[in-house]
DNA sequence: GATTAATCGCAAGATTTTCGCGCAGGGTGA
DNA sequence: TCACCCTGCGCGAAAATCTTGCGATTAATC
């Protein structure tokens, strides 16, 4: 039913650095023909295995310039609060992930904003919060990314 | 010359949600021919303002099933030690990011891996290098995404 | 060894993207 | 003010790409 193959799997390796190719580009380095790697990918997205495909667009042309890592230690509480702040920083467009961790901090986000200053203004709207007990902040100095094999010409 | 405006930040924000959308959708959200739109999203690629467009695949899939931050101290010492341990990096499959941050901790990494022990093993194999002074490892229990607004079938 | 189910490749048809063209709006300088 | 250029628009044709029906092949089951 939603089993995954090596050709799947190889699909979704391909997909990962780049969802653009074409089934001419795919078909020849999976060893299919176009039609049945399109298929194959239709079916990936069917089932989930393809969540979403997103353009990774540079951050300081959107005018976030600066990356912050925020450690969130939140006040023991109600699953309530926590869910509502879960909710609250899903929806601001400064949070670009959130993961809940283990170790003395209960959340850790990456946030991105135009500028230390803006950074400096977003926590103090939103980190101090009754939910809230203590954030710590870690700046990126700069990110490494992978670089996509073959930027097409 | 690389001027963004208003269109093209319509564009960028769409495209982040779903890079996948036809030149005549974007045209109904922003009020462009699709060709207009198709065009100012070729620029968009060509000056780098659209860096990658990747499918985000569910890592259990993959059979990546837990996700951990590793915080690197490295060793002070040349830079040619540091340079050679990011490009280790950048090259390992279960390396997603690369953060090199201020405060104790050099970099972040997120790692993802397939089960607790092949996290451990990989820290056995990556992490006791002349380079890396110490580490500790967030273990994540969970990410909360951003939504798709739509998913649209 | 027959039957079933899955999936392949092929190729026609539908959809999407690319691109040349002519035109409108906005600066610029005489 | 008036040419003039430059940019970016929309239109539509051409090219590229994706989708899908079909018969064939293969693997698994009984």
Do not use: N, W
Request: proline share 5%; net charge negative; charged share 25%.
């Amino acid at each position: 039913m939603d089993e995954i193959d090596d050709f799947d799997r190889q699909l979704l390796a391909l997909l990962q650095i780049d969802c653009r190719q074409t089934g001419d580009a795919l078909a020849e380095q999976v060893g299919l023909s176009p039609a049945s790697c399109l298929r194959r990918l239709q079916r990936l997205r069917r089932i989930g295995a393809v969540e979403r495909e997103v353009a990774i667009v540079a951050p300081e042309l959107l005018g976030r310039h600066i990356t912050v890592l925020s450690l969130l230690t939140l006040r023991r509480g109600g699953r309530d609060a926590l869910d509502r702040l879960r909710q609250k920083l899903l929806r601001l467009p400064q949070v670009e992930r959130i993961f809940h961790v283990t170790g003395p901090a209960d959340f850790v986000l990456t946030v991105r904003c135009a500028s230390m200053e803006a950074y400096a203004a977003f926590t103090e709207e939103h980190f101090y919060d009754p939910a809230i007990s203590g954030f710590e902040s870690i700046v990126v100095l700069r990110e490494h990314r992978p670089a996509m094999p073959d930027a097409a010409h």
